[in-house]
């Protein structure tokens, strides 16, 4: 039954962790909650390559490298920059994503002639809820970064987080926004509760995040990729297979940025065993 449907797997590589000064309420990268959670500056640019490597081994056809921080500054653009350099140097046949935060078009132009293929950057929720889950930045600051993605001619990777105690009218309004900017890809999370954060539980339902990834691909019909990312094993448990019957073509393999994902051979083994193909080429 599933024999033609191609499956995407991406990796994500955390090059920073843990060091953000903002105060997005869902995340425990930030500084301030005091989460219990590996914080360290940069990782080798060996150990990123070495992770790059495995995740093609294990079939990922994307490598997203991550960085903890409200956007780019000049150090840190030089940085993810010098791993872009090195991870292309390879000749793996990676998508190489970056994911920084807030950045302008000139920094974006640079991470594109450093090997850069696509940029990730979320609404994270919408825009009239931005303000009770974030008041160090605005939603506006990030929706304008998705369009110079756009105007540099990046690939645009960019989703959100559901279950922080938006109403479903904003999770729609969400999904509109997230369409106005037509991405490739479109990551769905799904929080992740951790008891040193201000919000203590997952408002959504399993079920509801079954209908929200089939919203999602109804109402983002170009997205190449409609991915599950943060939250898979906890929201959908032994059912997360699933989310491909709803209308999910991807998902992240591994390690999410500060919680633990299943072993990537069990994914694949399972994926195999259902009769799915994963989709190896860059399109
Ligand atoms: S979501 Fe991004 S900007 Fe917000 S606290 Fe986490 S790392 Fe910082």
């Known amino acids: 039954m599933n024999e033609n449907k191609s499956i995407f797997l991406c990796a994500i590589s955390n090059i920073e962790s843990g060091t953000c000064n903002e105060d997005c309420k869902f995340c425990t990268q930030s500084v301030k909650y005091k989460a219990d959670i590996q914080r360290y500056k940069r990782k080798d640019i060996e150990q990123i390559v070495k992770e790059a490597k495995i995740a093609r081994e294990n079939g990922a056809n994307g490598f997203c490298l991550v960085t903890a921080g409200k956007g780019l500054d000049d150090k840190r653009l030089a940085f993810v ?33 450093a090997g850069v293929d696509a940029y990730n950057h979320n609404l994270e929720t919408a825009q009239d809820f931005y303000a009770e889950i974030v008041t160090t930045h605005t939603w506006e600051e990030r929706y304008q970064t998705c369009l110079n993605v756009n105007e540099v001619g990046l690939r645009l990777v960019c989703g959100g987080i559901f279950g922080l105690g938006e109403t479903q009218e904003q999770r729609v309004s969400m999904l509109e926004s997230i369409a106005s900017l037509n991405p490739m890809n479109v990551p769905l999370n799904f929080f992740h509760p951790n008891e040193a954060l201000p919000l203590v539980e997952n408002s959504v339902t399993r079920e509801e995040s079954f209908e929200l990834i089939t919203l999602a691909r109804k109402m983002v019909p170009n997205a190449m990729k409609i991915m599950v990312a943060g939250g898979r094993e ?50």
């Open 81 to 113: 920059c010098e791993a872009a350099r090195a991870v292309k140097k390879e000749n793996l046949g990676l998508i190489l994503i970056a994911c920084n935060g807030t950045a302008s078009v000139a920094q974006i132009q640079e991470l594109k002639e």
């Open 234 to 283: 906890l929201m959908f448990g032994e059912e997360q297979y699933k989310i491909f019957e709803k209308g999910a073509n991807a998902f992240v393999i591994g390690d999410y940025l500060t919680t633990a994902g299943k072993s990537p051979k069990e994914d694949i083994e399972e994926l195999k065993r259902l009769g799915f193909k994963i989709k190896r080429e860059i399109d």
